[in-house]
């Protein structure tokens, strides 16, 4: 059985995607190879700083791994908040604070689109492979739900008449950006 990190001290992450590959691969996180530091996210696309974090560990243990990075980007803002999703109200990474900013970023604007985008880099052997998932919807100016995290009580995706926060995390999964990016992943390594 091959190990394969991935980049993350995320253990339901970890179990998530273990659940969906095949048995020639353990997947393990950055605690499980004392890897416990941030990893620099300094690149200004989502491709970039999933690739930073890979090279990170490979470059750092010579262990094959995957990382992502992913974010939101709206439409009328020119992309906003993109790369600095979690940030965007700053360095403490709050949730609210972010939300409450691209609201009023958005004020007087009728142009709501947006999208959810994931990009997963996966270094196997020294090579370089990129997965994308993005989910196309619309921001709604009021909160609404209580599941997820970051800006899904406020993001409805095309297609549907709820938010993020308020569908099942099992209806989300099926349906979101990282699950498309995984999906890609999975059959890649799958197959590999």
């Not at 998932?133 to 899904?152: A, L, P, S, T, V």
Request: some cysteine; aromatic content about 8%.
């Amino acid at each position: 059985m091959k190990e394969l990190v991935f980049a993350t001290h995320n253990a339901n992450k970890i179990k998530e995607i273990q659940n969906q590959l095949i048995d020639s691969y353990k997947l393990i996180g950055l605690t499980d190879i004392g890897l416990h530091e941030d990893i620099p996210e300094t690149a200004d696309t989502f491709e970039g700083n999933a690739l930073l974090k890979a090279r990170y560990v490979w470059e750092k243990c010579g262990i094959s791994c995957f990382a992502d990075d992913s974010g939101l980007a709206v439409e009328a803002l020119g992309g906003e908040p993109g790369v600095y999703s979690a940030r965007y109200a700053g360095l403490q990474k709050n949730d609210n604070d972010n939300i409450a900013l691209l609201l009023k970023n958005l004020e007087n604007i009728s142009n709501l689109n947006a999208q959810f985008h994931t990009v997963i880099t996966l270094m196997l052997n020294g090579e370089v492979h990129h997965f994308e998932g993005i989910i196309k919807g619309k921001i709604i100016r009021e909160k609404r739900g209580n599941h997820g995290f970051g800006y899904d009580p406020i993001f409805i995706p095309n297609g549907y008449d709820q938010t993020f926060a308020e569908m099942p995390l099992s209806e989300k999964n099926k349906i979101s950006h990282r699950a498309r990016a995984v999906m890609k992943l999975i059959d890649f390594l799958n197959h590999a």
